[in-house]
């Protein structure tokens, strides 16, 4: 019995003290990636500043200033969707700060501008005095 317990005894205390440390994570695979609630709030507000801008775009008013400045509805479409979250961010907070009955100048002001430094920048050629 002693010889028992001698042997069984430090199985027993290995045992015990690998059971009682913390077990680490399992490595993650690439497609199980956890997604943070700050990453689904964020893709949440982008999601809301592009439809408050394309709201805005989809006016008549809008619509009809764009084509008088020459500009067609796909391209700004195009454009819209090519900003970056950061820029579809700030545009909006724009739109909310442009008193009522001015939106449409600001917003073919900030389109405007948009298409411009998307034509310097050689992405575009909308305006042919970038050249």
Known sequence: MKRLS????????????LGSLPVAAAPVSAGDDLVGTT??????STRSDRAKIREVLARDDVQQ???VQG??????EARVAALSD???RQMAERLD???AGASVVGVLFAVF??????D????????????
Request: proline letters at 8%.
């Open 6 to 17: 001698r042997l069984l005894s430090p199985l027993l205390i290995a045992a015990l003290v």
């Open 39 to 44: 990453a689904v709030l964020d893709a949440a």
């Open 65 to 67: 200033q764009l084509l």
């Open 71 to 76: 500009v067609s509805p796909t391209e700004v």
């Open 86 to 88: 950061e820029e579809a």
């Open 97 to 99: 700060q442009l008193p």
């Open 113 to 118: 501008v948009i298409l411009l430094v998307t």
């Open 120 to 131: 310097i920048l050689g992405l575009t050629d909308v305006y042919p005095f970038t050249r």
